[in-house]
């Protein structure tokens, strides 16, 4: 199965449009949040060769407009798609995506979306005292007889309810799989560097393999994770692909 990041702020070459936010696309059929920009997806879309009629599934991580912004664009050119939103998203965003033809799916719990693909149950966040959800997709991965290679990978938008917060939260739903790989927004960008060191460190200690901090992570927090995780530090950028059993 194939991972490609198709939207942040910063690509492998000028080929790509940048901007901020998050999309990434799995097994060219999913995708999981939509960047800030509709037409600067579709671009990144047809330069990753990813044919957009083959998307049926898209994931919302959660209701702001940097992983909402491609929606409208996705969904005129291809109706049908299914669109997994957290609980309690607005009534604008789902109205809008019944209207452009998509079909608006709610999650309240952890949910199989497709063959070892989940979307965990959403977590509450509170921001400008707004109260709101966030959801993470969840892959399982290689053999379960092997433990060298079988465990999760966890793909997060932004973490708004905190990265750790979320990965126990993870380790609850699915209590006999490691997690092996994070990536995505880590929500670090405005934490002073102890915190950053005391978060790293709990990444090793809920032995975490692989990072690929991105988004609204920061960039003190990338060379933080890249000091302790060295060659297993993910430097993704959009148009990275990133394959997995």
């Known amino acids: 199965m194939k991972i490609q990041l198709l939207f942040d702020a910063r690509a492998l070459n000028d080929q790509f449009k940048t901007g901020w936010g998050l999309s990434f696309s799995i097994g060219d059929h999913i995708l999981f949040d939509t960047g800030e920009d509709g037409n600067d997806l579709l671009h990144n879309l047809k330069e990753a060769h990813i044919d957009i009629t083959k998307i049926n599934k898209i994931v919302i991580s959660h209701d702001h407009y940097d992983h909402t912004g491609g929606l409208r664009a996705i969904l005129k050119s291809n109706s049908g798609v299914l669109v997994y939103v957290p609980l309690h998203s607005r009534h604008t965003l789902k109205s809008e995506i019944e209207h452009l033809g998509g079909k608006v799916i709610e999650l309240e719990q952890c949910t199989a979306i497709d063959q070892n693909i989940f979307v965990a149950s959403p977590i509450p966040f509170s921001y400008k005292d707004e109260g709101l959800f966030e959801q993470v997709l969840v892959i399982k991965t290689g053999n379960k007889g092997n433990k060298t290679e079988s465990g999760l990978i966890v793909i997060t938008g932004c973490a708004h309810p905190g990265i750790i917060t979320i990965l126990n939260h993870i380790k609850k739903q699915f209590p006999n799989e490691p997690i092996n790989t994070v990536i995505g927004g880590f929500h670090l960008h405005r934490i002073t ?27 003190e927090t990338q060379k933080i994770f890249k000091q302790h995780y060295g060659s297993d530090y993910m430097d993704l950028r959009v148009g990275s692909i990133s394959q997995i059993n």
Do not use: D, T
Request: net charge positive; hydrophobic share 35%; aromatic share 4%.
């Open 193 to 219: 560097q102890p915190e950053r060191e005391k978060i790293v460190q709990q990444f090793k200690a809920l032995n975490i393999k692989k990072v690929a901090p991105i988004h609204c992570s920061g960039e």
